[in-house]
């Protein structure tokens, strides 16, 4: 894999014609149009809390700018899907790396599958889990082995996209005030749990999810139930 920000630029999805490339500041003021537009039109604001500070944020995760990066997906000369990475030290007071980081030295091989939004006229062609796929590729050309995302318990749809791609459910809790996963794949030690004893939970029940993570059992996989709500799978 080759290095440096525009490592994806020739890079194109299948069958689409969409072009992939790193974003720079002068593609700031599109993601934060997109950005803008895909909360604007959530029907449930839970799902994904906006930041204090956008500007901030978004430049936190450019390149040029800050320690992360954002890889973007364009149809012609429009943005259409973003996927940010976070490389977070033990200096850093923010980020959500600091709830499964008990050692120091965790913050320098950890990246975060930071926020991930998809324009309403491109769902269903998979761009979020080719963002992931893409975000794990440029964590792993770093040497951060350990990738960790959060999710809205509510957010069925991004949370089983996550863990198709292996990512488990390793913590839960509240940021912020919101009922909250974080979902874990380490790259360097495939983590080996018995998938025969299993239990499965509502996913909204953050009370026996946390007690069933603090007690050793790991979020592998999520059922659809009912129009309403899905089932999760926790083994250990």
Request: aromatic residues 8%.
């Amino acid at each position: 894999m080759q290095s440096g920000p525009n490592f994806l630029q020739q890079d194109y999805t299948k069958n689409e014609g969409l072009k992939v490339r790193s974003l720079t500041t002068a593609d700031v003021p599109s993601l934060s149009r997109l950005r803008s537009d895909v909360l604007d039109g959530l029907a449930d604001a839970e799902l994904y809390s906006r930041e204090t500070d956008e500007v901030g944020f978004l430049h936190a995760h450019i390149g040029e700018t800050g320690p992360g990066e954002t890889l973007g997906v364009f149809d012609g000369h429009e943005l259409i899907a973003y996927g940010m990475i976070g490389f977070p030290d033990k200096a850093d007071p923010v980020g959500f790396a600091r709830y499964i980081c008990t050692d120091p030295s965790d913050f320098a091989r950890t990246a975060e599958l930071a926020s991930c939004m998809v324009s309403a006229r491109y769902r269903g062609r998979h761009l979020q889990r080719l963002l992931l796929a893409k975000r794990i590729e440029l964590a792993q050309s770093r040497g951060r082995h350990l990738c960790v995302a959060m999710a809205s318990l509510r957010n069925h749809v991004s949370r089983h996209n996550l863990m198709r791609e292996g990512l488990q459910i390793g913590w839960v809790g509240e940021i912020c005030g919101l009922k909250r996963h974080l979902l874990i794949l380490d790259l360097s030690q495939p983590r080996a749990l018995n998938l025969g004893i299993t239990q499965w939970v509502d996913a909204a029940d953050w009370k026996r999810q946390q007690y069933l993570v603090q007690n050793g059992w790991w979020g592998v996989d999520t059922v659809q139930s009912s129009q309403e709500g899905n089932t999760l799978v926790f083994a250990r």
